[in-house]
């Protein structure tokens, strides 16, 4: 390949990495805002449970490829679901400080998604 392409692909891949870097510290930005300057909790769930795994789907380009992973998609929110439910009910206990709670269901969180990975991979 000449240097040329590299550069060029190189710049495009940048462009669209630094535009998907921006549209997640919106996101971010967005649901702070909401949160804590508006103080709406239902809409700030809304946009930060905006369905980002579904508009993935567009950028992905085989269509095997999406179909597999939709299907593992399913798993992640089913997990991430039973973690927030479980969450939402040790917050409302109001026994142990809010961080706390979150980073351990941040951690198994990730350790689910692992062993979900390595045993049940589609």
């Known amino acids: 390949m000449n240097k040329t392409y590299i550069l060029l692909r190189f710049i495009y891949m940048y462009k669209e990495l ?11 930005s967005s649901i702070y805002y909401i949160a ?5 909790p239902a ?8 369905p980002i795994s579904l508009f993935s789907g567009f950028i992905i380009k085989k269509v095997d490829t999406c179909q597999k992973y939709f299907e593992n998609s399913i798993y992640v ?11 939402s009910h ?5 026994k142990y400080p ?3 709670l979150i ?7 990730f350790i689910l ?9 589609k």
């Open 98 to 100: 809010k961080n706390i």
């Open 77 to 87: 929110l089913l997990i991430g679901l039973l973690l927030v439910i479980i969450l």
């Open 43 to 50: 809409l700030s769930a809304v946009i930060a449970l905006f």
């Open 113 to 121: 998604q692992i062993c979900r990975y390595k045993y049940i991979k």
């Open 90 to 94: 040790l917050l409302k206990m109001k």
């Open 36 to 40: 804590n300057v508006v103080e709406d």
């Open 18 to 28: 630094l535009f998907h870097f921006i549209l997640g510290g919106l996101l971010f």
């Open 103 to 109: 980073g351990i269901v941040i951690i198994f969180w």
